[in-house]
């Protein structure tokens, strides 16, 4: 009796144990039904039914990474991507798969940075397009173009600015729809690409330009006729020099100095007494190009104006023209009262050549004064891991627990442009700092590292229902530029 109670619970439990398999692959084969339909409806942008189907599997079997997939799928292909239900299927892929999964998180950055560039905030919209711009990814530029539509001129211009860093280069048939698009920005545009490419030489389209009702289409006219290097341009730009908008006469200015007419220098030295800031500025940053003795001069005086951009345009422009007589001039300007126009006045001084700019910052590494410890790591950052000793490296990571938030800041900065993997560890801590700014330092500076080994802790940190979007943009760069 015994055996036989044996034997038939053995029966038992084989049937069962066949019965369990016969479910298992029919619950299998109605999985996969179910995962082809929702993948036939994705094709079809038939996004709502597909979105059930995905929902009953899930429910059914949370651990299909295939079903996951699907839903990132289909929340890329939506008008408005829902980032964390986004973040969320994919960190359960990598559960699954207990490895980050490049490829897919690639898309999902790149179409996360594709979302911020139609975002309704210009601010938001400016910031995408430079990340797209850092990035050099071909397959933004059919969007970069499309912004050329935008309503905001400075959207526009930082998109054509994006484009030319791509190395975009318009065709003569694309430019020449826009200049005769009507619209003011277009034709602007279209002049001053064709005043940028070496290939076509000066063309009537410039000249009539030049007595366009825009000014700012006369700027770029006069730009491009100097770019060309076309003397026959002489005398319409001559004209320019009367143009009712003073800018437009500074730039016709540096245009006939470009043509050999060094009598129009005047017009550049005389705007530096001008009442409007903006037109000094101007014509500080054409001087800086134009160079020569007389440029220097003007270029000297500027640096005492009494608006700080003025001074700024100075220093750089000094900086730029190499001329190691003005060091001096700018051993004066690190007493200015301006922080920017100080971390300009040292960087130069550097390139010039004045080493005693550099042991100075070393020592107001450890000063009192947090504004005086952020502008010498600031500028100790940007001179570059050559400059320092290793004993200087460990004051900056030292400063990374400064009680000022600017001087962490500044010193997370510094790190990232140095370079040392070592440090990674030490930047990883500051995604945790109660500054949001020093966080966005510390994501920006982990995105240079190219370590994959961040890319968890940067993960994480957008799954925590960031709300900033300019904050969430550059949490998707830095994955971005980690993966490549």
Known sequence: MQKFIRFTSIILILFFFLLLQSCSKGCRRGEEAKLKRAEELIKKNEHKEASKIL???IKNNPKSEKVYELRIKLNLQGKKQKEEELLGDYDKIVEIKGSEQLPLLKEICLSMIRYFLSSDDAE????AIKAVADLGESSFIPDLKNLF????YDVRNESAGALKKMGFVPSEEYLTKKINSGDEWDKMYAIRAWGEDGKISSIPEFKKALNDEDFDVRIEAAKALGNKGDKSAV???????QDKDTEVRLY???SLLKLGERSALSKLISALKSEDYDIRATAVRILGEVGGKDAVIGLKNALRDKDEIVRKEAVDALEKLGNRSVIPELLNVLKDEDYNVRTSAALALYKLGDS???????KDLGDNDPETRSFAVQVIGEMGKETISADEIAKI???LRDEDPEVRLTAIHALGLIGDKSDIEEIKKMLSDEDDEVKLEAVTALGKTGDIQVIKDLRNLWMKKVKNP????QIALALKKIIK
């Open 55 to 57: 929902d009953e599997i």
């Open 149 to 152: 539509n935008d309503q905001d």
């Open 470 to 473: 300019s904050f969430k943009l």
């Open 356 to 362: 005693s700019v550099i042991e100075k910052l070393k």
């Open 235 to 241: 005398a319409s730009l001559k004209k320019l020099l």
């Open 252 to 254: 016709a200015a540096q």
């Open 397 to 399: 990571r030292q400063l």
């Open 124 to 127: 938001v919209k400016m910031d």
